[in-house]
């Protein structure tokens, strides 16, 4: 069994930066493609980014790409999501994911990952 923990500082002003963290236990993080994904009040969850086990494919939402970098450290079983020029849309609680099948692939669908963290809440302040 994997479990997922994010952490990071959750308010941050517009503008502004924060780096989110994702930390794997019970099985390496190193066989799975991991992702960040989204949920703002009263909307549905959304894809944000994602990488592949080995780091060497990334994929991000339109509406996040040249902000936020996903980025991983095996070693450490941390994936990291580093959110820059933060816009008060961005506010939600994010939550990252493992998926152990597509681990070659930075995949975009929340259907194909197996393993969910609780979430973090990030607010934007404008």
């Known amino acids: 069994q994997v479990q997922l923990a994010e952490s990071g500082v959750g308010l941050v002003q517009a503008g502004g930066s924060l780096r989110l963290s994702c930390v794997t236990t019970g099985r390496t993080s190193s066989s799975y493609a991991m992702g960040w994904f989204r949920q703002a009040p009263g909307k549905e969850r959304e894809f944000v980014a994602a990488?592949?086990?080995?780091?060497?494919?990334?994929n991000y939402a339109d509406s996040v790409k040249g902000r936020f970098t996903i980025s991983r450290d095996n070693a450490k079983n941390t994936v990291y999501l580093q959110m820059n020029s933060l816009k008060p849309e961005d506010t939600a609680i994010y939550y990252c994911?493992?998926?152990?099948?597509?681990?070659?692939?930075?995949?975009?669908?929340?259907?194909?990952?197996?393993?969910w963290g609780q979430g973090t809440q990030v607010t934007v302040s404008s």
């Open positions: 990488i592949s086990w080995s780091g060497s494919a990334t």
């Open positions: 994911a493992a998926d152990r099948t597509n681990k070659y692939y930075a995949g975009q669908f929340g259907a194909t990952y197996d393993y």
